[in-house]
């Protein structure tokens, strides 16, 4: 059962992010260019174009909500349209037949998309994925009846129903189109509280200014609510489960008299080190494939294709979720940019407690890596209590300049 307090609680929880960023800037940095992304869509979607692909390329924006460091959505589509035309078309009017119920709609367009994909991977002898599912149909749903559809980002979604509802699950197996509507009456349920809010009102005219889409229903903003408040709520639990980062520990005085010593960590050399935690992240996840430690890893990926990175829970944001490729484990994978403590240990057990209950099958184990440039003495003490759980690696990042090559002689 849906809880209004807590339902009254994630709107608060997102008025408060509001207004420590103010209005400007979430219109500017955060959120508006999904409002933009929805008049674009609106203004130059036509089924009925000679050239599906072209027209696919100008209506979709090339974003966030369709792009990411291993999330394709986008161009597997226009790649459907460029090579399967007719085919795309099909899937793409039974996908927006209004005249049928969503859930049917979006299952059997769902397995139009997978088709496709078996299709071109027999062809070229490939595993690719086709990265259609909820979140992509939902967001064509919600790009072409902005007014009547639900844009969905499952992770965010599931930990917004888990907060106003306990109780709240989607069963492993649900088909895309039931999971669409077990969202449904939690968001129609915000979306109707939302309504009546002059600070909801005022924000939205700010997100829709200049724009001929208006969010009149308030889909859009709802959609805002629940996907600001989901990464605000799971940031805010990393950094009180894992603080800051630390300064490196001087080393130990000697043993006094009574006293067990933790042995000293030794320092760790020199290398390139990361302004900010996303581009180590960034750094990884891009040359994956070129990473000795990444070989026997592949990204854990949703039913709906989207990949294990920056992977939203209840307990806080997994910054990689991996697969390993020889024992079927889940591996929770924490990066910390500069050196770390004995709090990082509880944030990836945390993270590991969440994925054992929530994504593992019966029989897979789930581990943790912690990588990091520097341990503190407490990180390896602790990391030593939970060894078979979690392991801890350096990271080192070295930089080359070098002379280029002599030119070939011709």
Request: some cysteine; aromatic content about 10%.
């Amino acid at each position: 059962m849906i809880s209004q307090p807590k339902l009254q609680q994630w709107v608060s929880l997102y008025l408060k992010h509001i207004e420590q960023i103010t209005p400007e800037v979430h219109v500017r940095d955060e959120e508006g260019y999904k409002f933009r992304s929805v008049d674009t869509f609106q203004r130059k979607f036509n089924i009925d174009a000679p050239d599906l692909a072209a027209m696919l390329a100008r209506a979709i924006e090339n974003n966030n909500l369709v792009v990411g460091n291993m999330f394709f959505p986008r161009r597997m589509l226009l790649i459907f349209a460029e090579t399967y035309p007719e085919q795309t078309r099909q899937a793409l009017r039974m996908l927006l037949d209004e005249t049928r119920h969503i859930a049917e709609r979006m299952d059997q367009a769902f397995e139009l998309f997978e088709g496709l994909m078996d299709r071109r991977n027999k062809e070229l002898g490939t595993a690719a994925h086709s990265y259609v599912g909820l979140r992509f149909l939902s967001l064509l749903l919600g790009f072409r009846y902005p007014n009547v559809c639900n844009a969905i980002k499952p992770r965010e979604w599931k930990v917004f129903c888990r907060f106003v509802d306990d109780e709240f699950s989607v069963p492993q197996g649900t088909s895309t189109g039931k999971q669409y509507m077990l969202f449904e009456p939690y968001i129609e349920s915000l979306r109707t509280h939302i309504k009546r809010l002059p600070e909801i009102r005022n924000l939205r005219d700010e997100l829709t200014r200049g724009l001929a889409f208006h969010d009149e229903e308030y889909r859009w903003l709802t959609q805002d609510v629940i996907f600001v408040t989901a990464r605000v709520l799971a940031r805010s639990k990393d950094e009180h489960e894992a603080g800051h980062e630390v300064v490196q520990e001087p080393a130990p005085e000697e043993e006094g008299d009574g006293e067990a010593v933790v042995p000293a960590v030794p320092a760790a050399p020199a290398g390139v080190r990361f302004p900010l935690e996303e581009y180590l992240e960034n750094l990884i996840v891009k040359n994956w494939a070129h990473i000795e430690f990444c070989r026997n890893l592949e990204f854990f990926t949703d039913e709906d294709g989207t990949p294990g990175q920056q992977y939203v829970t209840d307990v806080g944001i997994i910054d990689l979720l991996a697969k390993d490729k020889t024992t079927g484990d889940l591996v929770v994978i924490e990066l910390k940019r500069g050196n770390a403590d004995s709090r990082v240990i509880g944030q990836v057990l945390a993270y590991i407690d969440w994925v054992e209950r929530n994504l593992a099958m019966k029989g897979q184990n789930v581990r943790g890596i912690v990588i990091v440039a520097d341990g503190s003495k407490a990180l390896f003490a602790a990391q030593r209590q939970v060894s078979r759980k979690v392991s801890v690696r350096y990271y080192r990042v070295n930089l080359d300049i070098c002379e280029p090559p002599e030119p070939a002689s011709e």
